[in-house]
Nanobody, 116 residues
Framework: QVQLVESGGGLVQPGGSLRLSCAASGSIFSINAMAWYRQAPGKQRELVARITRGGTTDYADSVKGRFTISRDNAKNTVYLQMNSLKPEDAAKYYC??????????WGQGTQVTVSS
């Protein structure tokens, strides 16, 4: 089992920045990829960014050039640096990890609100 605790959400003005963190605990040796998803009201959950254990990254087209995903394997933590935030980035952001055993775990989500 892997437990995930997210932090860093909040209210920010358009053009502002936020940094999300997600700390993993439990069976951390089994973690492969770590990712951030988001879900806005009335919309499907979508992948924002993913990073493999080796550091290969993948981004949704809508956030390329503005968001950066990173991870600290020593701290079992994944980060999402979000810059130049737009109102359409507002959503609940969820941390997700995939294990080598093909299990998936989700955090409880952290709300990001982008509004003036």
């Amino acid at each position: 089992q892997v437990q995930l605790v997210e932090s860093g959400g909040g209210l920010v003005q358009p053009g502002g920045s936020l940094r999300l963190s997600c700390a993993a605990s439990g069976s951390i040796f089994s973690i492969n990829a770590m990712a951030w998803y988001r879900q806005a009201p009335g919309k499907q959950r979508e992948l924002v960014a993913r990073i493999t254990r080796g550091g290969t990254t993948d981004y949704a087209d809508s956030v390329k050039g503005r968001f950066t995903i990173s991870r600290d394997n020593a701290k079992n933590t994944v980060y999402l640096q979000m810059n130049s935030l737009k109102p359409e980035d507002a959503a609940k952001y969820y941390c997700n990890v995939g294990t080598f055993g093909l299990d998936n775990y989700w955090g409880q989500g952290t709300q990001v609100t982008v509004s003036s």
